[in-house]
């Protein structure tokens, strides 16, 4: 069962994969899971590359540590106590090596992100492929509940993450506390424990401040990254509908929507920024005291002959040297929570399970001429909702059956269930004897052609997505499947021809043309199962009629199930069942139905009377786009 995805600004579920906020258990589990990409297996490359970095991050910072001890030694060089103060005395070995120490410092660095860096990609590319894959098989159920936008924001922030998490905990805690603890071992060593004790409390301080007001201000950023997701998923949900927003001329109302997300975003930054300022200041203040203080006791130790000026110089060159990964640290800190919150989001959505999966020995569809049959089928969304009960037919290999009744009668639940969608509740759905429950959904799948009411396209080329019914079809069968379709000559037409691109969900082209174009990859598909759910409804006439044309080509010699509105496109199937209420009341051959004088007749007569009383009016007012009278109209009798 997918989760409920609700918009939980202030705690509460995740706005798309209905999770609550992760904890430190979360957070742990999420570094454990991390580790494997730190390590893939079977690629000896990116682990040799683990290694030569954690080699050259060790080299960088013995270099780190040293370069003060060259800074002591070329200023004791230069005091007067160490002799002539000419420049000619001066050692400038030691001056020449701080710099060349300094230089392999930063090479070392350098060479360790470069070195790293495909493996961290290699990482953000897995994990992503692996989120992509699992949402690819998430059930219908999950995308009917989701909301594009903030799932799409969530991925985004999620990839960006792993790479973050990845180079910043190995690359800048880690080596920070290292640092600390070489610090502080040379200060002991040199000096004494006092300059290790006020060292190792004034970061100890340092941390615990930072961390402590980091997590207060966490959850302004988490508040910043909710209100983010809802702006964006509203924007994205406005854009999509654009035309509808034109046809009721709600731009301000949309435009409100989108302000009232944006306003909170903006209260949450401004938060999240002013507390940055008192967490700056906080930290500069607790370093300077200890700065001031270990200042002081190398002055003092200087005055009394214990510490030599470049010994101070040292200290301070230390100091200095560790303020500046210090200072990083609220940073850093804030940003891998962030990236842990934000991986976590995208780890919740990879765990949301699967409604509909193989069974363990699920074996291919072996289809030898696709008859299908449900046998007692009874199917609920819902415990207390009923969508199909007990419903039974059969449909011979090459014949058509169809499938007429009201809206909300359960017809394209029955398409649905075909395609493996949703499992049913009970009963047996077969294709040539094998229950598809038994077999794999990609062989199922690959079965059954379908052709639905609402064609969405890819937003590219028309070629593309012909194509799309077999994506290793050459261009000569691409141009053969749009021919038998009857949409060829159109697009040779088109200037660009076969590469026009047909804009976001097909809305370049008309109706009739994103119908042919699905007809067309239909046939590239060339599957021995056709699916017509309510294919031609939403046309006019005249397109309605050439696009029954197209489809009876393609129908010939397949197992067809059309679900229909308009009855006049049914009467030649081989059996028409009429349901309600999830239940079938009628079936037999047109001719048949109508002799019964039942449900079918009385939808007959009155889609008729419709049509009739349509033709008049086109011939008094020469309307030629009226919309075309549905079965809806006729259950109005």
């Given at each position: ?347 919740d959505l990879i765990e949301v399970p699967a409604e509909i999966k193989d069974a363990p020995d699920a074996a291919p569809l072996k289809a030898h001429g696709g008859e299908i049959v449900f046998e007692n089928v009874c199917f609920n969304y819902d415990p207390d909702r009923k969508i199909l009960e007990d419903v039974s037919f059969r449909v011979p290999a090459g014949h058509t059956l169809a499938i007429v009744g009201p809206s909300g009668a ?228």
């Amino acid at each position: 069962m997918a989760r409920h995805l609700k918009f939980t600004p202030k705690g509460g579920a995740h706005p798309v994969t209905g999770s609550n906020p992760p904890d430190d258990a979360h957070h742990k589990q999420t570094l454990i899971s991390l580790a494997p990409l730190l390590w893939p297996r079977g690629r000896m490359d990116l682990r040799l590359r683990v290694v030569l970095a954690l080699v050259a991050l060790v080299a960088s910072k013995v270099i780190t540590v040293y370069v003060p001890f060259l800074y002591k030694y070329a200023v004791d060089a230069l005091s007067p106590a160490a002799g002539s103060g000419n420049v000619i005395f001066v050692p400038l070995a030691l001056l020449i090596a701080y710099g060349a120490a300094r230089i392999t410092m930063v090479g070392f660095g350098q060479m360790r992100d470069a070195v790293f860096a495909p493996v961290g990609q290699h990482a953000v590319r897995e994990l992503a492929m692996r989120t992509f894959r699992h949402l690819h098989a998430l059930s219908l159920r999950f995308h009917l509940e989701r909301r594009t936008g903030g799932l799409s924001r969530v991925i985004e922030r999620g990839t960006k993450a792993i790479d973050f998490l990845l180079r910043f905990s190995l690359f800048n805690i880690i080596p920070t506390i290292i640092e600390l603890i070489l610090v502080s071992v040379i200060f002991a060593y040199a000096f004494n424990i006092w300059y290790a004790v006020v060292t190792l409390v004034m970061v100890v301080v340092y941390i615990s401040f930072t961390f402590s007001v980091t997590e207060w201000r966490t959850r302004f950023r988490r508040e910043m990254n909710d209100l983010d997701t809802d702006a964006n998923t509203k924007a994205v949900d406005s854009l999509l509908n654009y035309e509808t927003v034109k046809y009721f001329g709600n731009e301000e109302h949309e435009a409100k929507r989108f302000d009232r997300s944006m306003a909170g975003y903006e209260r949450a930054a401004v938060k999240t920024t002013t507390s940055l300022s008192w967490l700056n200041f906080g930290q500069a203040f607790i370093f300077s005291i200890g700065l001031t203080l270990l200042m002081i006791m190398a002055a003092r130790d200087i005055a009394s002959g214990v510490m030599t000026i470049g010994a101070f110089v040292m200290v301070n060159a230390y100091l200095i040297q560790l303020y500046q990964p210090l200072n990083m640290l609220g940073t850093v800190y804030r940003e891998i929570r962030q990236a842990l919150i934000d991986m976590e989001t995208m780890f919740d959505l990879i765990e949301v399970p699967a409604e509909i999966k193989d069974a363990p020995d699920a074996a291919p569809l072996k289809a030898h001429g696709g008859e299908i049959v449900f046998e007692n089928v009874c199917f609920n969304y819902d415990p207390d909702r009923k969508i199909l009960e007990d419903v039974s037919f059969r449909v011979p290999a090459g014949h058509t059956l169809a499938i007429v009744g009201p809206s909300g009668a359960g017809k394209s639940t029955i398409s649905r269930i075909l395609f493996r969608f949703y499992d049913i509740s009970s009963g047996r759905v077969l294709i040539d004897g094998q229950d598809i429950r038994d077999i794999t959904q990609t062989s199922l799948r690959a079965a059954i052609g379908m052709v639905p009411q609402d064609t969405v396209l890819f937003n590219d080329t028309i070629r593309y997505n012909i194509r799309y019914g077999n994506p290793q079809a050459i261009d000569e069968e691409v141009e053969a499947a749009a021919a038998h379709a009857q949409i060829g000559s159109f697009i040779e037409r088109l200037p660009k021809g076969y590469n026009t691109m047909v804009g976001e969900r097909g809305l370049k082209l008309s109706g009739g043309e994103k119908q042919r174009v699905a007809i067309a990859r239909t046939i590239l598909k060339n599957p021995p199962i056709l699916l017509l759910d309510e294919a031609t409804s939403a046309l006019d006439t005249h397109t309605e009629k050439e696009i029954q044309q197209a489809l009876k080509g393609v129908s010939e010699d397949r197992t067809t199930l059309i679900i229909a509105h308009r009855l006049s496109t049914v009467v030649d199937a081989d059996e028409i069942i009429v349901l309600e209420k999830g239940r079938i009341t009628e079936r037999g051959k047109h001719d048949e139905l109508l002799a019964r004088d039942g449900r079918y007749a009385a939808m007959w007569n009155r889609q008729r009377e419709a049509d009739a009383a349509r033709e008049k009016l086109k011939e008094t007012e020469n309307e030629d786009d009226l919309e075309p009278v549905h079965m809806a109209d006729a259950l109005k009798a």
